[in-house]
């Protein structure tokens, strides 16, 4: 084989080649895409059931119709545990260490109990790609619009 036959092999071959490795790229990318737009739709659904869980406790609590049931919470997180990446997991960890001691007739409690709720609300929307500038530090402020003497709290 001389150089000529060599350099008219490698324009025809390399072209192909880098062709091969752009399609594969390609291919791959786009189903990490899809596999993460399926996970992301999860966990906006597990986030959303989270934050009707939290809306029906605080308002059975305006309405004293009945005590809260913490398994709903636990059906959450065995729903959920292999959706959530870390930072959620660990802040939902907390707010339930919280919950077992909770004191509902403390009133120094509240305010803690706002603050871990709220720091996994923070991570959740984290999660999801959402800003949670001018919330507060755990961004507290997303609990405003359902407890009444927030600002006293």
């Keep these: 084989m001389g150089e000529k036959t060599i350099e008219v092999f490698l324009t025809i071959l390399l072209p192909l080649l880098g062709a091969g490795v752009g399609f594969l790229l390609k291919r791959y990318l786009d189903k990490k895409r899809e596999l993460s737009n399926e ?23 305006k309405t004293q119709k009945k005590p809260f049931n913490i398994s709903r919470l636990f059906e959450f997180y065995k729903k959920n545990i292999l959706f959530a990446p870390p930072n959620v997991v660990n802040a939902f960890g907390d707010y339930m260490q919280y919950l077992y001691t909770f004191d509902s007739n403390d009133p120094n409690q509240s305010a803690e109990h706002i603050r871990k709720l709220t720091n996994v609300l923070k991570h959740m929307r984290k999660d999801l790609g959402l800003s949670n500038k001018k919330l507060g530090g755990n961004a507290e402020k997303l609990m405003r619009a359902i407890i009444k003497d927030f600002d006293s709290i």
């Design 39 to 61: 996970n992301a739709k999860e966990r906006r659904q597990a986030y959303q059931d989270f934050v009707n869980i939290i809306i029906d406790l605080f308002a059975g609590e």
